[in-house]
């Protein structure tokens, strides 16, 4: 049998592994490459390819910005089929706040090495696992792990799950983010529901649904005014009195820079006059995904740090991983409750 992993590498039916890391595993040996290249010769001097039909199409599709509908519906009933469940809600866990799938009850889990032409988490606080379950009386899949664009990963495949997510039956995206809080009235651990963003990488000319589109999932040109769907905004503003934390929830406007750099001062400033609040490396690009097919979007940041727009030399003003994994870790609980309420309200009205 001929499989494939989703870190690119090739396995053939005699169990041997073709990659392009010269620490990999190799069918070859420790042959000299000279021997090699000559046995892949053909006539006209061309290396000639030895991977089969199958084995080339599985690694155009890996290393392809877009993927066809088809690989879409093949993952999304690999899930739907291995989980026995169609889930109606979406939710993708920000970094540290994969314990919102935790809280998910009859979880059939689903590690993203294991999922046919998945890419993989590398970002810590992203543990790369699919869950699929019950929560509040609905069906949700939640990722444990998203992909960010400054992983090496296409934008397109950054929000590939989205789609997958909508041909698995998904009608409600919930995305979550830790993110900077650079309006100066937010406080390490505040909540900021999402009701717009500046998709800073859009300026930059990258986009996920750049190259052709496919008319299943959505127009050429969609619209993204009211993304963020106000319904939802406004429930969540209800449950976060209920919960009495009315005081640490704001509705503001995120942006999404490539990263992994955290931003300069006068980066801060230039975001802050253009009207943004929080600031993270993810998020838009899955809610322009989510919106092109017409999905519903309740998106929130938890602020994990404050970004001054001052100089300072003091060390402990500078964002770090650490501090966001941390921050997010004393918050799950709020994030747990915001989320899980939530869904029993859209569950309620289904
Ligand atoms: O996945 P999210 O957007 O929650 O993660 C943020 C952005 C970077 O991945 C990381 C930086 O600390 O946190
Ligand atoms: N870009 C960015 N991402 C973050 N994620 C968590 N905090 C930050 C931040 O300050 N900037």
Redesign the pocket.
Known sequence: MTGYNSKGDVATSNGNHRNGHSNGSSSNGDRPADDLAQENQTDNGRIQCSLTPEELRALRVLNEDTYPYEVIQEIADFIVKGAGMRPKIGIIC??GLGSLADIIQDAKIFEYEKIPNFPVST?EGHAGKLVVGHLEGAIVMAMQG?F?FYEGYPLAKCSMPVRVMKLCGVEYLFAT??AGGINPKFAVGDIMLMHDHVNMLGFAGNSPLQGPNDPRFGPRFPALVNSYNKDLINKALEIGKSMGIESNMHVGVYSCLG?PTYETIAELKALRMMGVDAV????VHEVITARHCDMKVFAFSLITNKCSTEYSDKKDEEAN?DE?MSVAKNRQKACCELVARLVREIHAQS
Do not use: D, L
């Not at 993270?280 to 998020?283: A, D, E, I, N, Q």
């Open positions: 920000g970094s970002v998203r960010h983010n830790a990263g993270g490396m993810s998020t991983h966001v």
